[in-house]
């Protein structure tokens, strides 16, 4: 079945070192997204890339930075997580942009030491 | 400035009841409107969504939501729930335009379901 995998689902970390979530999908879509998630908050956009085009929210940290060398991988790496950024991390696919469907992979749960 | 609310945080409902979980929203042209659904540890499932025309929408699972213009409302329903419905419940708009392209998430309705 056509879906996004995230790996690893759960991976922790020390307070300072760097550390690279992956997301990679099967259903060929032209959009990939990067989502935080807090304990008891809502998801909230990191950046999205558009085909090889970055999209950085304005509220995105520095620390936050993505890669996307094709179309069906994408990468979150922290730079120097703190104990702030545990959280579950999701990424998501969409077909073009606009008010296409997102479909979301499982999540990682990042745990900061 | 766009933004999604969802009252209640927590609703517990007895399995065959009906539900009906609240979402307002703050968005200035047409939204185009989300429910999606995360069970825990899980990323989440898009339940049903509304763009334009008919302003009740059939999503998956039983479940239905109807878009009120004049409340700036985007209830979702359920007539009888099931134990497997419990879950969190995200309300969301998406804003598109240019290089924008997010949904905006209401902070969730956690669902539990009473035996």
């Known amino acids: 079945d056509a879906m996004v995998i995230q790996n690893p689902r759960y991976q922790v970390t020390q307070f300072g070192k760097p550390v690279t979530l992956s997301c990679s999908q099967t259903l060929n879509h032209n959009v990939m997204y990067w989502y935080q998630q807090k304990s008891s908050q809502a998801p909230k956009l990191l950046f999205h890339?558009?085909?090889?085009?970055?999209?950085n929210e304005a509220d995105t940290p520095d620390n936050f930075q993505s890669r996307r060398p094709n179309t069906s991988f994408c990468f979150l790496d922290i730079r120097s997580p703190g104990l702030g950024d545990a959280a579950m991390y999701l990424c998501?696919?969409?077909?073009?942009?606009?008010?296409?469907?997102?479909?979301f992979g499982p999540g990682t749960r990042l745990t900061v030491l | 400035a766009q933004s999604v609310t969802q009252p209640d945080i927590h609703i517990t409902v007895s399995e065959g009841a009906s539900l009906e979980l609240r979402c307002n929203y703050s968005y200035g042209a047409t939204p185009y409107l989300f429910w999606y659904v995360q069970s825990p540890g899980q990323g989440l499932q898009l339940l049903l969504k509304y763009f334009s025309g008919d302003t009740l929408v059939q999503g998956i699972k039983g479940f239905e939501a109807e878009f009120k213009r004049s409340q700036s409302s985007f209830n979702l329903r359920k007539p009888s729930v099931h134990w497997s419905d419990a879950a969190e419940y995200f309300c969301?708009?998406?804003?598109?335009?240019?290089?924008?392209?997010?949904?905006?998430f209401g902070t969730g309705t956690l669902l539990a379901v009473q035996p």
């Open positions: 998501a696919t969409s077909r073009d942009g606009g008010n296409n469907e997102q479909f």
């Open positions: 969301a708009v998406g804003l598109y335009g240019g290089a924008t392209n997010k949904l905006i």
């Open positions: 890339y558009y085909d090889k085009d970055f999209n």
